[in-house]
């Protein structure tokens, strides 16, 4: 069962209205008899993985290639002031951060007499590469998902890929088409989720990411657990407009079923609202992710397994070691009064003027949560990771991915390899 898209023929800037294609989905609206269960618990109640036909394959693969195509033409027509703003008379700024400005769509604003879904847009820019951006929009795997919305804080509980449909390759590292879940406060989405780069027609390079709600009867309603299946259909694309300048767009439609009051509505999306103003945090994520590539290439760990997160340990200058005698591996001066803190990259020591913290997000063993915790690095191994080709990385993790998993007996264990990177990281 998919949903489907509306008004695609529309001559003024898409309207996508979420429409049921097949008949005989009921939802469940959360009420008195809701079953109490905690938000990372509910991901069990949805399959592991989403067996499907390959008409269904084909048919989705189809679904993605018009979404992609008419997210591009509707990104063309869009008509914006000279400073890059919305026009005001159809659009209301709901929310800004940095150089990111969220709107929500005027209620007449369409002059059409045919219901319209709550809708929003987003224009900016951030500072960095189209690649960094990629990096973190591309998450096709459930350890990616959840280790993203650590990050940039958009609001996910809770995240699972039920069914990829088209993995990234070595030739395209961000292209992929998979079916996912989301836990969003009380509200659950099952969308088709596409993200790659596609060229213009004038030749420039832009990503794109896109959710389109979908619905298939293998993946159950969690109405008794209060949580209530919302539509949505959404769209980010991302163009270099200068060599260190990302331009941002995103155009969204929501259907919250249980939100026929306006005020509740407008509740909703402005909390949908404020959620889309985690992209001003994509490069920092990228950054992160960088960090935690690095760490797990040092210590030998899987790229989609758990890692620990050992305590921080600072330390007074001791009298008599030998990376103590040389002093700060940076700047080559003594510590004299000075505290020495470990690069945890390539555990030299290291001033407080030569040494930065970073935020760095972790799968944790039970591959649930997510650990976070703020560790020391030189800068220059920042200088390195921030200059990294996240294609190359996204690469690497590709082929790790695709290699057979080792057979019992062969090689450590994970959790024997988080140990003893324990260990020689204190």
């Known amino acids: 069962m998919l949903f489907g898209i509306e008004g695609l023929h529309r001559a003024e800037c898409c309207h996508f209205a979420i429409r049921t ?43 993605a290639d018009t979404l992609v195509t008419h997210n591009l033409q509707s990104y063309r027509s869009l008509q914006v002031s000279s400073d890059g703003h919305a026009d005001a008379r159809r659009w209301k700024e709901l929310r800004r951060k ?14 059409s007499t045919l219901p319209c879904l709550p809708s929003l847009l987003l224009l900016g820019k951030v500072i960095g590469k189209l690649e960094d951006v990629m990096f973190v929009a591309a998450a096709s795997t459930d350890e990616q998902m959840k280790l993203t919305s650590r990050c940039i ?13 088209v993995q990234p390759t070595d030739d395209h590292p961000f292209r992929h088409v998979g079916v996912k879940w989301r836990l969003r406060d009380t509200r ?29 009867a293998k993946i159950p309603s969690l109405g008794k657990f209060g949580v209530e299946r919302a539509n949505m259909s959404v769209c980010y694309l991302f163009l270099q407009k200068t060599p260190e300048i990302v331009e941002c767009y995103a155009r969204g439609f929501f259907d919250f ?50 890692m620990a997160i050992e305590p921080v340990k600072i330390t007074t200058r001791s009298v008599s070691t030998e990376n103590d005698a040389s002093g700060c591996s940076v700047c080559k001066r003594s510590y004299g009064f000075s505290l020495r803190r470990t690069c945890k990259i390539c555990q030299c020591g290291v001033c407080s003027g030569c040494s930065v913290k970073k935020l760095v997000c972790v799968l944790a063993p039970d591959r649930r949560t997510i650990l976070d915790k ?53």
């Open 188 to 216: 659950d989405y099952v969308c088709l989720d596409a993200t790659g780069i596609t060229t213009s027609c004038n030749g420039e390079q832009l990503g794109f990411s896109i959710s389109h709600s979908v619905a298939f």
């Open 153 to 165: 804080q958009d609001g996910v509980v809770d995240s699972k890929v039920v069914k990829s449909i």
């Open 374 to 426: 703020k560790r020391t690095f030189c800068t220059t191994c920042m200088c390195e990771v921030t200059r990294s080709d996240a294609v190359a990385i996204t690469r690497d993790e590709i082929r790790e991915l695709q290699r057979p998993e080792p057979q019992d007996g062969d090689l450590e264990s994970t959790d024997e390899r988080i140990a003893r990177y324990d260990k020689t990281s204190c």
């Open 21 to 63: 294609l097949l008949s005989g989905r009921h939802l469940c609206v959360p009420g008195a008899n809701s079953t109490t269960m905690k938000p990372q618990d509910l991901a069990h109640c949805i399959p592991p993985m989403l067996e499907l036909s390959e008409s269904d394959v084909v048919s989705l693969r189809e679904l």
């Open 98 to 111: 940095d150089d990111i400005r969220v709107y929500k769509e005027r209620s007449a604003a369409s002059g």
């Open 257 to 306: 079923r249980s939100d026929s009051n306006e005020l509740f509505s407008n509740l909703s999306m402005n909390a949908v609202a404020t959620h889309w103003l985690s992209l001003s945090k994509y490069v920092e994520c990228a950054e992160i992710k960088k960090i935690v590539w690095r760490l797990r290439k040092n210590s030998g760990l899987p790229v989609n397994g758990p």
